[in-house]
């Protein structure tokens, strides 16, 4: 299986940047899409941007269009969310997940998940 550990969330104020990051392990077993969902209280879990593993493709939702930007880095196994123009709406508990699917946008579609990392968006 995949093990997925998110790390950078925090508390950070409204128009600023943060960078989530999600190491993967046990990448001998293929996957092939990394994804990145949030909850905030309250709420379903959201999707928020996919990237294929080789990083030729990334989609986002319009909530976080053109501030969000997933990347991955493959020798170091790991996928970031790097997060500008912050708003207090993206303040939730982000979580990093892996699929087999290219290019997956729900949940179920995913095979392996990470614990989460809260992000706090403060005005």
């Known amino acids: 299986q995949v093990q997925l550990v998110e790390s950078g969330g925090g508390l950070v104020q409204a128009g600023g940047s943060l960078r989530l990051s999600c190491t993967a392990s046990g990448r001998t077993l293929s996957y092939y899409t990394m994804g990145w969902f949030r909850q905030a209280p309250g709420k379903e879990r959201e999707f928020v941007a996919a990237i294929t593993w080789t990083g030729t493709t990334a989609t986002y939702p319009e909530s976080v269009k053109g501030r969000f930007t997933i990347s991955s880095d493959n020798a170091k196994n790991t996928v970031y969310l790097q997060m500008n123009a912050l708003k207090t709406e993206d303040t939730a508990d982000y979580y990093c997940?892996?699929?087999?699917?290219?290019?997956?946008?729900?949940?179920?579609?995913?095979?392996?998940w990470g614990q989460g990392t809260q992000v706090t968006v403060s005005s």
């Open positions: 997940a892996a699929g087999q699917r290219l290019m997956a946008y729900a949940a179920r579609e995913y095979d392996y």
